[in-house]
């Protein structure tokens, strides 16, 4: 790990009370996982090695996501 990301850290804890936003959570945290982009994997002889490929990107995701739910309603 790297000092900055203990330094300052926050942690929070939430009740999630509907189906809808441990959905919504799930979606978060699989699209995390599955984010490829400038990401390293740690091998079982000890050595990172950097991931290719770079296919997925989990802020472009969200900010996607989150814009299109923040879009207003067409009417038609």
């Known amino acids: 790990m790297m000092p900055r ?3 300052a850290r ?3 804890l939430v009740r ?3 189906d809808d936003q441990r959905a919504d959570l ?3 945290l699989d699209r ?3 984010d490829d982009s400038g990401s390293w994997t740690l091998g079982a002889d000890g050595r990172w ?3 290719s490929g770079s296919t997925r990107s989990v802020q472009s995701e969200l900010m996607a ?3 299109a739910a923040s879009a ?3 009417l038609g």
Do not use: H
């Open 5 to 7: 990301n203990l330094d």
């Open 10 to 12: 926050v942690e929070l």
């Open 16 to 18: 999630l009370k509907s």
């Open 26 to 28: 799930q979606d978060t």
């Open 32 to 34: 995390c996982f599955a």
């Open 49 to 51: 090695w950097r991931r």
């Open 65 to 67: 996501r989150t814009l």
């Open 72 to 74: 207003p309603a067409t």
